[in-house]
Nanobody, 125 residues
Framework: QLQLVESGGGLVQPGGSLRLSCATS????????IGWFRQAPGKEREGVSW????????WYADSANGRFTISRDNAKNTVYLQMNSLKPEDTAVYLC??????????????????WGQGTQVTVSS
């Protein structure tokens, strides 16, 4: 089963920053758009950000716009989500997913081919 691996989560105070990584050693991400999603306890999974396979197109949910930055380093087969000015409401499990040849931002989870297990982000004082 091909899978992505997220890392970089943790406990941070409000206003702090974290950088999440999404990587895999099983296949190249070069042809995949990558989406970041999050799921808080008792809530539905929601799309947070998206980046095209080339990295020249990005999308952010309103809740992330201006605070989060998505980027990718195809040489390292890794996609990053830099999260600044974190708020308690950002607390969730963050997951990345890969969409083969994705050219248009989408939060439709059934369009993604592979998923990671997620990394916990907790924003609390």
């Amino acid at each position: 089963q091909l899978q992505l691996v997220e890392s970089g989560g943790g406990l941070v105070q409000p206003g702090g920053s974290l950088r999440l990584s999404c990587a895999t050693s099983q296949f190249t991400l070069d042809y995949y758009a990558i989406g970041w999603f999050r799921q808080a306890p008792g809530k539905e999974r929601e799309g947070v950000s998206w980046i095209s396979h080339s990295g020249d197109s990005t999308w952010y949910a309103d809740s992330a716009n201006g605070r989060f930055t998505i980027s990718r380093d195809n040489a390292k087969n890794t996609v990053y989500l830099q999260m600044n000015s974190l708020k308690p409401e950002d607390t969730a499990v963050y997951l990345c997913a890969a969409h083969l040849f994705g050219t248009t931002p989408t939060t439709a989870q059934n369009e993604y081919n592979y998923w990671g297990q997620g990394t916990q982000v907790t924003v609390s004082s």
